[in-house]
């Protein structure tokens, strides 16, 4: 895991942002809330747009969960392809 800062990742202007749902089940949201409120990061097209998705910690990390969580992004940044 690398580290940077939100205004690092605001100056790339993401479309779409990956959140980590570490333990609580609502990290991800409460995250995302946090950005709509940051003053950067509520520039993006992807908070402004409300593109984003929350995977679990097991989505993130190598096994078998990949699987699922490479559908779930497929699905949430292409919603009209099934």
């Not at 992807?46 to 995977?55: D, K, S």
Request: hydrophobic fraction near 40%.
């Amino acid at each position: 895991w690398g580290r940077t800062s939100w205004e690092t990742v605001a100056a790339a202007n993401p479309e779409f942002l990956v959140l980590l749902d570490y333990q609580t089940g609502n990290g991800a949201a409460d995250t995302f809330r946090f950005l709509q409120e940051h003053p950067v990061m509520s520039q993006t097209d992807a908070v402004r747009n409300e593109r984003w998705i929350g995977l679990r910690y097991e989505e993130l990390t190598p096994g078998p969960a990949n699987i699922r969580a490479i559908t779930r992004m497929a699905q949430a940044m292409h919603p009209g392809l099934h």
